[in-house]
């Protein structure tokens, strides 16, 4: 089964550091580009960060650049964002998701929830 | 930035009967590859985003044929032919054309 599952998540003071991990299994993980889309509580989706296949391209939104580091290892077949500097605003589910091609996300993880709080 | 605005953001609708929804950007989708980087998603409650269809108009795996995308450019629109009970949920438009992506605001659609 073709499947993401996020880890890492929980509650951090403001200021704080948080590691996500996104496991994928049942497809060839080094052949895609990944993304990581955010979601405050009751709110949209946000585009957070894109990796391609490789790990030598990396995108940012603005509100997490230079805070925020995507990187993956496909022989570990993870994904993960390095989270520093973090702010109350940062609090939401974070969703890995696959692009498979043509840009699209074709497959998502279940969410990790970061929680920014004192 | 490309900035996404949907219409209606809520969109009560009786089953079987048909829904739509708008999207449009602030600038063209259009690539020079003729493809529209276009995407729409449905998250239902509870669950994680689902994509629905790719570039405009294409039906992802196993989407239903009641939906179907269509527009070019500017202005694009998600149709469901016969709303179905568990089509409830949050329906969202996304450009990939570049970086920053974005997603429009989304759209509630509920049953009545």
């Known amino acids: 089964e073709v499947q993401l599952v996020e880890s890492g998540g929980g509650l951090v003071q403001p200021g704080g550091s948080l590691r996500l991990s996104c496991a994928a299994s049942?497809?060839?993980?080094?052949?895609?580009?990944m993304h990581w889309v955010r979601q405050g509580p009751g709110k949209g989706l946000v585009w957070v960060s894109y990796i391609d296949s490789e790990g030598i391209t990396t995108r940012y939104a603005d509100s997490v650049k230079g805070r925020f580091t995507i990187s993956r290892d496909n022989a570990k077949n993870t994904l993960y964002v390095q989270m520093n500097s973090l702010r109350d605003e940062d609090t939401a589910v974070y969703y890995c998701?696959?692009?498979?091609?043509?840009?699209?996300?074709?497959?998502w993880g279940q969410g990790t929830m970061v929680i920014v709080s004192s | 930035d490309i900035v996404m605005t949907q219409s209606p953001l809520s969109l009560p609708v009786t089953p079987g009967e048909p829904a739509s929804i708008s999207c449009r950007s602030s600038?063209?989708?259009?690539?020079?590859?003729?493809?529209?980087?276009l995407d729409w998603y449905l998250q239902k409650p509870g669950q994680s985003p689902q994509l629905l269809i790719c570039l405009g108009s294409n039906r992802a795996s196993g989407v239903p044929d009641r939906f179907s995308g269509s527009g070019s450019g500017t202005d694009f629109t998600l149709k469901i032919s016969r709303v179905e009970a568990e089509d409830v949920g949050v329906y969202y438009c996304m450009h990939s054309l570049q970086t920053p992506i974005t997603f429009g605001q989304g759209t509630r659609l509920e049953i009545k």
């Open positions: 049942g497809f060839t993980f080094r052949n895609y580009a």
């Open positions: 998701a696959r692009d498979g091609g043509a840009r699209a996300y074709d497959i």
């Open positions: 600038q063209s989708l259009l690539h020079n590859n003729e493809y529209n980087y």
